[in-house]
């Protein structure tokens, strides 16, 4: 998954967009089995690929339970919500964390395997609850964890030193296993982790690959024996991603090169990974990946049942999406090519243009063009298709999709929710205001702006808390949840002719974390909307990142009399920033000299002239 270091206002591109694994009772080691999530937002109009050297590969994004979206698992059958205090209110199947969360408030964050929970607070303390196998217990004492990532059954915790202390199944790469490979590095600096259902990854600030956990899964023993052979990680440095599947990753270096290891057997991984460099992003499913080139054609390999042969061989694509069975891939004119196993969105794909983005579940893919007109295809849906399914929704003016195993959920431009696909237990909610959706394996929660909640499909998930105030729900990230942008103002203090103090309110983070704030500013003449990188823009950030909502900067060596533009931002840690509306200052005239007159003893002062009026508009 791609990660730009700013916001981009063209369509958002997806990569690593699917709804994984575990479909119909198939075995671990089948070639549907599929890993991957992919992240499917509610703001589709933003983010474009670009090589990513930040955080984590999963950016909330889809699967099924059996797949990690790169950063973590989603639970299986509970949900978590966090309210605006950072109290945590927690629902579902006890065992999987739907009872036991912290009474206590403060907390920023919340993550998740496929059974248990994991909370951050303000100071970097973790609070987990659910299965205690699985990492319900045993987190770490003490402050300062900046980031959590989870395995199915395992957390990891990062250090701002880029230490790592993890906990849960030591076969999933939770620690304390008697074998010393499936342990956790001691040493320090690393800058990202990353993970599929039974090993972690670490990336260090010079690019190195540490992979720890079960070595049947990601692989980190050398040879093996047929039918199933692990292949190694590479050694060296200078990566700067790395892609999960199922049982093996992907990697990109600088140059766009792509290494790739793990598990590898059944005779269906017949097709090796491509040379050369170039490449900027990397999908997945479970047993397959595609890689986007920089000449914009793709390239794929892995099961051959599941998308490793078959990609398109012409050029123009922008993105790669995939569900448990196949791929599909948007071209810079909004067409769509898929490939993969036939039936499960393969085959039957669209054939008109104008499409932005895709989403996906097991069985099949949605698409959306921009004036919010959706497309499904895949296996059949409604009386003469899969049974208990609803058809899909037409007309345009649909806002944002979310998936889980079976279905799909879309808010149109009222907040009303209407779903399609397999949904168990209770129905959606009605009536309008819905301004996101997240989902489980079996079940969707939706919350208002007010936020209160709604929760609705398999028995257990659908009994979600009463009351409001809450900002964000975590069956985890890596399920098809909405992923709201943080709200944030700018704020105006004191102006001279040459100074002026400019802020920001940063209303919500959503569900994301910050790790800078600052105020970017320009001259009206220059620039009207200034962004971090813009043209003749300066950017004022905060010494260390504060701890109360509002925040103030004091800009220097302006000139006089002179209009400027500015916003308030926030960069969250994924190196994603999110901008206030544009606002704009005048400062003051040039101090003006004040005599008392005629007098031998002269009295002379210089004072502020104030003639210029301040404005904020936007």
Known sequence: MIHPTTRLKSPRVFLRQALACGLLGLSAFSPFASSMAHAQYADWTANPPNILPNERVGSGAVTTGDISSGRQFSNRYAFAALKADGSIAAWGDYRFGGEGAPTDNGYKAIYSNEAAFAALSANGSIVAWG???????GAPAGDGYRAIYSTAKAFAALKPSGSITTWGDSTDGGGG???????????????????????????????????????GSGGISQGGTAPFVVVPPPTGSGYKAVFPSAYGYAALDAEGSISAWGLYGDGLHANTVPGGAGYTTICSNGNAFAALHTDTSIKAWGSLMTGGIGAPTDKGYTAIYANSYGFAALKDNGRITAWGAQGFGIGNSPTDDGYIAIY???????????????????????????????????????KAICSHQTAFAALDADGVIHTWGITEGSAAPTGPGYKGIYSNKTGFVAIKSDGTISAWGAVGTSN?????????????????KLVFDPELTATLGSITSSTAVIGGNVATMSNKTAAARGVVYALVSSNTDPQIGGTAVTQVAESSLGNTATFELNLTGLSANTAYTYKAYVTDTDGVSYYSPVATFSTNLPPVIISDGGNSNVSVSVAENTLAVATIEG
Do not use: H
């Open 360 to 398: 996906s579940m097991d069985y099949g893919f949605t698409a959306i063009k921009a004036d919010g007109t959706i497309s499904y295809w895949g296996m059949p849906l409604g009386t003469e298709g899969l049974p208990g399914s609803t058809v899909a929704p037409s007309g345009p003016g649909f």
């Open 131 to 137: 299965d205690a196998s699985s990492g319900g217990s």
């Open 464 to 480: 979600g808390p009463a009351g409001g105030n809450f900002r964000s729900v975590q069956s985890v990230m890596n399920y098809a």
């Open 177 to 215: 296993s008697p074998n010393p490979a499936w342990n956790p590095p001691t040493d320090v600096g690393y800058t990202a982790i990353y993970s599929n259902r039974n090993t972690f990854v670490a990336l260090s600030s010079i690019g190195s690959i540490r992979q720890w956990g079960n070595d």
